[in-house]
């Protein structure tokens, strides 16, 4: 299992970069294992303000559909456009090419909240990965 | 009386049939292979979720002579699925596979361990499925995979078989067939031989028939982007008309295909899915999504 350790993980398998201000997210590689192949991802318009913990948009694979959750609030500046023709770049490159959203981060603080790669090893070892 | 839906009567030995048991309302117990061991033996194949189900049911309708044994727990069931199947499975076996028709079994080692092997499947492709004692599961298992590297053999799960056998609109049962549903409305009364004699579920079946079905089991496709699920509701305009019993994104496809029972009223009309909040038209489809590679042998013509 794939895990940077500079990245931030929330409870619900988001990945969460920081540069600046802006906050790249995406799923982890831990989470395109338990979907499957992603057949579509569905993202928000940009300019969208999320708060931390809402759902931002959805993910689906052939075996099941997931919805995704902003780990931090503020406004999504970008989106990847390039999963709609091709959303199987979540599964080969989850950190990389398979980002989704980039979110101007209003609250620092709330980056506090987020899981350092060894406790989100810890969260999904105990889900028995 | 009989047990079953389908003539089992009509099976010789070495002869499987896709059949039904029904309950008193005429639902569906549990969808089942019937396999005509010799004159006065049959195996009968179930979904395993309804084991103990089938066999409550079994019990408490017994009628005949004939003893019931459950042999579950001991027995492995292996699919070999796919266009070389045959070639793959004929390196371990001395059975003769080329004269096994569809829907026909013999009796034979497979890789030294004692076997009934069918060609039978769920999955739309030619192929087989083995049955042997438990004890041998991991070694036919490696024999099998060791066998099958040079064939691109893979293990694969439930994920993978239900887009098979959603491509093919086969019915799985807990999704598609359920206790109160009737086969005549699912699309099987092709495996409801009404007048053969009384079975268990006959009458009401009889009955349900004269007064006409309420709702059909239809196959359709997404005209847009979206995957159908199971309990999805379906609309005619703004009409509720049904649900989504069974869906998925086909890989073949590379589109969402799905299955759902719709009022009989509404199977000619413009339907649509409701998928997470939005209706997504639906078009029927009434032949199988992917065209099945079973190998029906000329011989098949004359199984039930």
Redesign the interface.
């Known amino acids: 299992m794939d895990l940077p350790e500079d990245l931030k993980y929330t409870r619900e398998h988001e990945w969460a970069r920081r540069e600046g201000n802006r906050i790249t997210v995406g799923i982890t590689d831990y989470a395109q294992k338990e979907l499957g192949d992603v057949v579509y991802v569905d993202l928000p318009p940009l300019g969208r303000t999320v708060s931390q913990g809402e759902s931002f948009g959805v993910v689906e694979s052939v075996k099941t559909v997931s919805d995704l959750y902003a780990p931090v609030g503020g406004k999504v500046v970008a989106g990847n456009e390039e999963l709609v023709q091709k959303p199987e770049l979540v599964n080969s490159s989850p950190y990389g090419e398979g980002w989704m959203i980039v979110i101007e981060l209003s609250q620092a603080e709330e980056l506090d909240n987020l899981l350092d790669a060894r406790a989100y090893r810890a969260l999904v070892e105990g889900q028995g990965s | 009386m009989n047990l079953t839906t389908n003539d089992a009567g009509r099976l010789l030995p070495g002869q499987v049939q896709y059949s039904l048991l029904c309950n008193e309302s005429g639902g569906i117990v549990d969808d089942i292979t019937v396999y005509r061991l010799a004159a006065d033996r049959f195996m009968l194949c179930v979904n395993a979720a309804n084991i103990e189900k089938d066999l409550r049911w079994l019990k408490s309708h017994w009628q005949w002579e004939a003893k019931l044994q459950d042999l579950s727990s001991e027995t492995v069931q292996l699919a070999i699925q796919g266009p070389s199947a045959e070639p793959l499975l004929q390196r371990l076996t001395p059975a003769q596979l080329g004269s096994i028709s569809y829907y026909g079994f013999v009796v034979e080692q497979v890789a030294g361990v004692q076997s009934l092997i069918s060609r039978t499947g769920y999955t739309g492709e030619d192929g087989f499925e083995i049955y042997y004692h438990r004890d041998h599961a991991r070694q036919v298992w490696e024999k099998i995979m060791e066998a099958g590297k040079s064939f691109g053999l893979k293990p694969c799960g439930l994920?993978a078989r239900d887009?098979l056998r959603l491509e093919m609109q086969y019915a799985l049962y807990g999704h598609d067939l359920d206790d109160s549903t009737t086969p005549l409305e699912a699309g099987l009364g092709w495996v409801v031989k009404l007048d053969k004699g009384n079975f268990l579920g006959g009458e009401p079946l009889r009955r349900r028939k004269a007064e006409g079905i309420p709702r059909k089991l239809i196959a359709f496709e997404l005209g847009e982007?979206?995957?159908p699920?199971s309990h999805y509701p379906i609309f005619s305009g703004d009409r509720p008309v049904g649900h989504v019993t069974s869906g998925?994104?086909s890989?073949c496809l590379q589109k969402g295909i799905g299955m759902g029972y719709v009022d009989s009223g509404d199977l000619t009309g413009e339907l649509s899915a409701e998928i997470?909040g939005k209706k997504i038209r639906i078009q029927r489809v009434t032949t199988t999504f992917w065209p099945s590679r079973v190998k029906k042998h000329p011989r098949s013509s004359t199984t039930p």
């Open positions: 994920g887009t982007r979206g995957v699920r998925t994104f890989p997470r």
